[in-house]
């Protein structure tokens, strides 16, 4: 099992960015799958969380509005689409799977089974 983001970067408040989270070893019709972010000196926050045996996601109130979670089977890939991005988005994030469970909001709290690594997103002027 393998989880390979991409797409962090800096940008200024108002803008958006896409992360992408390349997967192998699973496919994406049954687990939840999502993304998850730490920022310096506070805890890990689910933002984000899909389960792609039903497609119900989950938003954190922090990001709802703003941030969308969508996936390309054919890809084994999962987006994140960051729109109106403010100073406190900046963070590391990750993308992890729960490959037990297909409740993304089980996902978003307890956290996943597998992670992949983190990429930074900074919101900045």
């Known amino acids: 099992v393998q989880l390979q983001a991409s797409g962090g970067g800096q940008v200024q408040p108002g803008g958006s960015l896409r992360l992408s989270c390349r997967v192998t070893g699973f496919t994406l019709d049954r687990p939840a799958i999502g993304w998850f972010r730490q920022a310096p000196g506070k805890e890990r926050e689910g933002v984000s969380c899909?389960?792609?045996?039903?497609?119900?996601?989950h938003y954190s109130d922090s990001v709802k509005g703003r941030f969308t979670v969508s996936r390309d089977a054919a890809k084994n890939t999962v987006y994140l689409q960051m729109d109106n991005l403010r100073p406190e988005d900046t963070a590391v994030y990750y993308c992890?799977?729960?490959?037990?469970?297909?409740?993304?909001?089980?996902?978003?709290?307890?956290?996943?089974?597998?992670w992949g690594q983190g990429t930074q997103v900074t919101v900045s002027s």
């Open positions: 899909l389960s792609t045996l039903n497609d119900i996601v």
């Open positions: 992890g799977v729960d490959l037990g469970h297909s409740s993304s909001y089980a996902l978003c709290m307890r956290g996943p089974s597998d």
